[in-house]
């Protein structure tokens, strides 16, 4: 690609005025290729989109579940309704400019180049980088906004947002939420949608990106000896210093058995004490899953695998009570789409979506207390003071 033949668009993904701008500069310059901030997902969604396609409305609740791939759903499903939000307010659809530059670049029979990184990828890779803290205060700052009062976004605002010095406060405030998360999904996509660019073999290219990424991609086009493989921008499964905590979470219940089968060759009577974990396992996981919102039965399933999965470290209690509450509720697309109908909390309890995903993560969390606290004080403890003549 030649450098100097290379036109970026940086671009606010809900602006009429951005989609003006991406088929006004794609039909004056006319380039050997048009490179959009898309991945293949992503592109071919749209492209179903604009022949009036309709999917598959099924979302895959209990592949997401089984996969421990929760995390990911939430924050996109989050960051969808954000996008969809804004654009029902001005009357654009997201990812307007893209469907823009396909149809310029169609109507000129001009090749189209997707320069995007699969967007699992990057989320998956902002979930590993971000410490608990960061989780909780990102997740936290998402959840404000959703329920913020603020209506008064307008075209102007949207277009005063392509300004260098409000794209640099806005990403000097989400570099300071989350510095985890600011590297994958500004400081790594710049990377690898310029590394995508230098890739492209034709001299003339139109790029069209969001314009948070402009100026990162331009850097790293002045400087292309910075630019990481690309390769090493798509793995999920880093290595990482030793996790500690889970460690140690591992431990808990290995130090369980422990104590009980010392007891057993000591001679104790364990059978009250193994009665007494049952029922308080059993009934944090029923607790968990119904105050969660759950259907009766799926407490039942959480409370009855409960004590299973105290001792398994592997395996845990919202999975089984979440993927059960998936088989008794439909779950569709438009469950997604109803967020943009939510103006409070309360609301979100009635969507399957979230109702699902509560499930899991109060199945847990109270299954979590049961191993952390109630089992320890009320088991462990006086068993293990009994095991040594405490």
């Given at each position: 690609?030649?450098r ?9 993904h809900v602006?009429e005025?951005s989609v003006?701008?991406v088929k ?8 050997d ?6 991945d ?9 989109e ?7 409305d099924?979302?895959?609740?209990t ?14 499903t ?17 990812g ?6 396909i149809?310029?670049?169609?109507d000129l029979?001009?090749?189209i ?13 902002a ?15 998402l959840v404000?906004s ?11 605002d ?5 300004n ?6 806005v990403?000097?405030y ?14 790594e996509?710049d ?5 995508n ?12 990106v969001g314009a948070g ?7 790293h ?16 499964n880093e290595k ?5 905590a889970k460690?140690?979470l591992?431990?808990?219940p290995?130090l ?11 001679g ?18 029923f607790l ?7 259907k009766?039965i ?14 398994h470290?592997?395996?845990?209690a919202?999975w ?22 939510v ?7 009635h ?15 109270a ?9 320890p004080?009320?088991v ?11």
């Amino acid at each position: 690609m030649n450098r100097e033949c290379l036109t970026i668009i940086g671009t606010a993904h809900v602006s009429e005025k951005s989609v003006e701008e991406v088929k006004d500069a794609i039909y004056e310059k006319q380039p050997d290729v048009v490179a959009i901030e898309l991945d293949r997902g992503r592109y071919t969604r749209l492209r179903k989109e604009m022949a009036g396609i309709e999917e598959d409305d099924t979302i895959p609740i209990t592949q997401i579940i089984k996969e421990n791939k929760i995390g990911v759903f939430l924050v996109s499903t989050i960051l969808g309704h954000f996008q969809s939000k804004i654009g029902a307010e001005l009357d654009v659809k997201p990812g307007s400019e893209m469907i823009g530059a396909i149809e310029a670049a169609e109507d000129l029979k001009i090749p189209i180049a997707l320069i995007d990184r699969d967007i699992n990828i990057t989320l998956q890779r902002a979930l590993n980088k971000m410490t608990f803290k960061e989780k909780f205060k990102f997740l936290t700052s998402l959840v404000t906004s959703f329920f913020s009062d603020d209506d008064e976004a307008d075209e102007l605002d949207i277009e005063e947002l392509k300004n260098p010095e409000n794209i640099d406060e806005v990403m000097g405030y989400f570099k300071e939420v989350s510095p985890g998360a600011y590297e994958v999904l500004v400081k790594e996509r710049d990377a690898y949608l310029a590394g995508n660019i230098l890739r492209i073999k034709q001299d003339k290219v139109v790029a069209v990106v969001g314009a948070g990424h402009k100026p990162g991609i331009e850097a790293h086009l002045n400087n292309p000896e910075g630019i990481p493989p690309l390769s090493s921008l798509v793995i999920t499964n880093e290595k990482k210093s030793i996790p500690w905590a889970k460690i140690i979470l591992a431990l808990i219940p290995i130090l369980f058995v422990v104590i009980f089968f010392l007891a057993f060759i000591s001679g104790i009577n364990i059978s009250d004490n193994l009665i007494e974990f049952i029922a308080i396992s059993m009934i944090m996981g029923f607790l968990g899953s119904i105050l969660s919102g759950s259907k009766l039965i799926s407490a039942i399933v959480g409370g009855v695998v409960a004590p299973l999965t105290i001792i398994h470290p592997l395996l845990a209690a919202g999975w089984f009570s979440g993927l059960t509450e998936a088989k008794l509720r439909k779950i569709r697309k438009r469950d997604i789409s109803n967020l943009s109908n939510v103006e409070k909390i309360s609301d979100l309890w009635h969507n399957n979506i979230i109702r699902i995903l509560l499930v899991v993560i109060g199945t847990n969390l109270a299954v979590s207390i049961a191993t952390l606290i109630i089992l320890p004080s009320q088991v462990f403890i006086p068993l293990f003071m009994k095991i040594f003549g405490g």
